[in-house]
């Protein structure tokens, strides 16, 4: 290393000085990151991808030096795909690119690389200040990514993967026949999601664009509205009187954002100004994914983002950029829309399911097949395509054609979708430079069945690129929220040690609504009962003069009772739709008992008789007596019970049965009852 220290130090050449101190750098970065490698190829704090540049006068070639990939066991052959930022407002897919700059000035270039099919981070890439000389009149040549219909494009480099960076490409344009200034707004954590997904880390404009406070939306009037202000922040005064349009294209700007604040806890606000007509800028954002993100691998997250073309209107168009969560990065995916729902309105609802799919070979794919694992739950009648790529209509029934066509083949267990006669490149084709374009999918929605029950279910789907050998996706699950059931219950309590007892009560019951085997339910139930106990017993002493006297009594106590019954927990299994048994501890509780207890005595004496001790009755001796005791909140005992029901025992009316054993109370119950699941 002195000599590179030395020849720095002696360089009078200032280019030449700076060149060896990125050739030095260079050299820290790739001796750690070896060594890194060396010590544990899965270590992430080292994994570095240092930048490389050649200058021919405005045109700059770019490359990437790729740490060695940790191949992921059992997955296709890993690989890397590119995203680089020119730091002029462009952008590249390619993995070696070459770009035109026009402005004099210090561009910051930057890098992005995704390891796909490897087990780690992505490495990370120290952004380069790349000098240009002068200005060029030359237009770069790009390539527009819009259609003829098109004036908002939203680009990413990779899908969101817990705790790791993204970036948002926002790409607008002009389709107005004047200059124009406006507003582009990016609304993103779900509400639906308990934590945050993103941090909305850094935004990198290039045309002017300013962001704005994000505390006042302000609403515009659409054109040859002349009956209120230009522009207000309340909404209200005439929201009633917009049509909000189906498409992407709306025109009730102030109700678009309101919703958006609803169903969005955060957003960004930026305005452009002097757009031309056919203008095309593009402006990048990195977000960072949060640790706490959803970790279910086939749960999706939005961003809506909005495009006002002129502020002065309320024209805007609106989209939502759908992505997977991932637990690596992985092209070959299925994602479900239907990863947490209420089960109450699901029968109600289309469940949304994605397969992304794409070509790694290095020659082009004419016949891709998609085998769907799909449960039974499903009514595969209801199926119906919401969109695909490559592009294509749908293949008729029991007809051969010779056009690319998408063939859906329905099957007891599975759904089969065929793109026939296509052409998909490969990623790894010559001259092939946009990754997008190796890339398919198919969108399809789904109905549940009539009587469907309430479980997880899950689906993956093989992927069959011509004839070769089938990549087996990720699990797209389905689940479902607990949900609440409140139960009404009432009864009547057999206790077989008492006499004369009459015992009824009523409640209510706390548990997950509609369960499908297994689950805990809770209870608290309130009871009336009436009861009576006789008890016969004697007295004995011996009077003054040392004659016995016995006193034999006869007592009757009649009780009422107020008593709470809790269930804090009990479980219970649905062996079928109409039968369910149960187990679990009760606690019993008198909040009130009022005991009334009367005894009566009659008199006997003993005395000898032709020597023979007998009993003579002495209505002397006879006693009467009567007393009330009463209590409250006592006597508490503990026991355990099993039971069963018959009924429709997931939701709705049943019968039931259940014996009570007490641990410290010599008194079992039977209850009888009836319950109503709501």
């Excluded at 969101?160 to 607008?172: F, K, R």
């Excluded at 789907?461 to 389905?478: G, L």
């Excluded at 054993?661 to 109503?676: E, G, K, L």
Aim: with cysteine.
């Amino acid at each position: 290393m002195k000599w590179l220290f030395a020849k720095i130090k002696s360089s009078k050449n200032k280019d030449k000085n700076l060149r060896d101190i990125h050739l030095l750098l260079f050299v820290f970065f790739s001796f750690f990151s070896l060594l890194g490698y060396t010590q544990s190829p899965l270590s992430d704090s080292l994994r570095v991808a240092p930048i490389s540049y050649d200058i021919q006068g405005n045109n700059v070639s770019f490359r990437g030096e790729m740490p060695p990939l940790n191949q992921m066991a059992g997955a296709p052959k890993a690989f890397y795909t590119y995203f680089w930022e020119f730091g002029d407002g462009h952008y590249s897919f390619s993995k070696n690119p070459t770009h035109q700059y026009n402005k004099k000035g210090a561009h910051t270039a930057r890098l992005w690389a995704t390891n796909n099919y490897d087990n780690g981070k992505p490495p990370t890439s120290i952004p380069k200040i790349i000098d240009i000389m002068k200005s060029y009149d030359q237009a770069t040549i790009i390539d527009s990514p819009f259609n003829e219909q098109e004036d908002l494009m939203i680009k990413r480099n990779r899908e969101p993967l817990p705790d790791q960076e993204l970036v948002i490409i926002t790409s607008y344009k002009n389709r107005l026949d004047y200059t124009s200034s406006g507003k582009l707004y990016l609304f993103y954590n779900d509400v639906r999601f308990k934590n945050n997904n993103f941090i909305l880390q850094d935004t990198r404009t290039h045309y002017g664009e300013k962001i704005r406070a994000t505390d006042v939306i302000a609403s515009q009037l659409p054109e040859n509205d002349s009956n209120t202000f230009l522009a207000t922040t309340l909404t209200s005064s005439f929201i009633s009187n917009r049509i909000v349009q189906d498409s992407t294209k709306r025109k009730n700007l102030p109700l678009t954002l309101e919703e958006s604040k609803k169903q969005y806890r955060d957003y960004q606000v930026i305005e452009f100004y002097d757009l031309k007509p056919g203008e095309e800028r593009s402006f990048f954002r990195t977000l960072k994914t949060t640790p706490e993100m959803i970790k279910d691998t086939s749960a999706v997250v939005t961003l809506r983002s909005i495009y006002v073309p002129d502020i002065n209107y309320d024209d805007h168009t609106v989209k939502e950029t759908e992505m997977e969560i991932v637990t690596s990065h992985d092209p070959n995916k299925m994602s479900s829309n239907g990863w947490l729902m209420n089960y109450r309105f699901a029968r109600f609802k289309r469940l949304q399911f994605k397969v992304r799919f794409q070509n790694n070979g290095e020659g082009p794919a004419n016949t891709i097949r998609l085998e769907v694992d799909t449960p039974d739950m499903f009514d595969k009648s209801t199926l119906q395509i919401k969109g695909m790529y490559p592009e294509c209509p749908i293949c008729p029934k029991e007809k051969e054609v010779n056009y690319s066509c998408l063939d859906t083949l329905i099957q007891p267990d599975k759904i089969t979708f065929t793109f026939k006669k296509i052409y998909l490149p490969g990623s790894q084709q010559k001259n092939v430079y946009e990754i997008d374009s190796t890339k398919g999918f198919v969108k399809y929605s789904i109905r549940f069945k009539k009587d469907f029950h309430k479980k997880k279910t899950k689906s993956k789907t093989a992927i069959f690129f011509d004839k070769n050998d089938p990549i087996i996706t990720n699990y797209a699950t389905t689940r479902f929220i607990p949900g609440i059931s409140i139960g009404a219950k009432a009864g009547y309590i057999f206790n077989p040690e008492r006499t004369n007892d009459k015992e009824y009560f009523a409640g209510v019951t706390l548990s997950p609504f509609k369960s499908y085997r297994g689950y805990f339910q809770a209870e608290l139930m309130v009871s009336s009962a009436s009861f009576d106990a006789l008890r016969n017993y004697a007295t004995q002493s011996t009077n003054a003069i040392g004659i016995e006297e016995i006193v034999r009594f006869q007592e009757e106590n009649t009780t009422n009772a107020i008593s709470m019954y809790a269930v804090p927990a009990s479980y219970r299994y649905n062996l079928s739709n109409f039968f369910a048994v149960g187990a679990g501890i009760q606690l019993s509780l008198d909040a009130s008992r009022k005991s009334t207890i009367t005894a009566a005595g009659e008199g006997y004496q003993l005395e000898l008789i032709q020597n023979e001790l007998r009993e003579i009755r002495n209505p002397e001796l006879d006693v009467r007596t009567s007393q009330e005791i009463s209590n409250s909140f006592s006597n508490l005992h503990t026991g355990f019970f099993i039971g069963a029901n018959l009924g429709t025992v997931r939701i709705g009316p049943s019968l039931g049965v259940r014996y009570v054993h007490y641990f410290d109370y010599d008194n079992p119950q039977i209850q009888c009852y009836a319950i109503w699941k709501f």
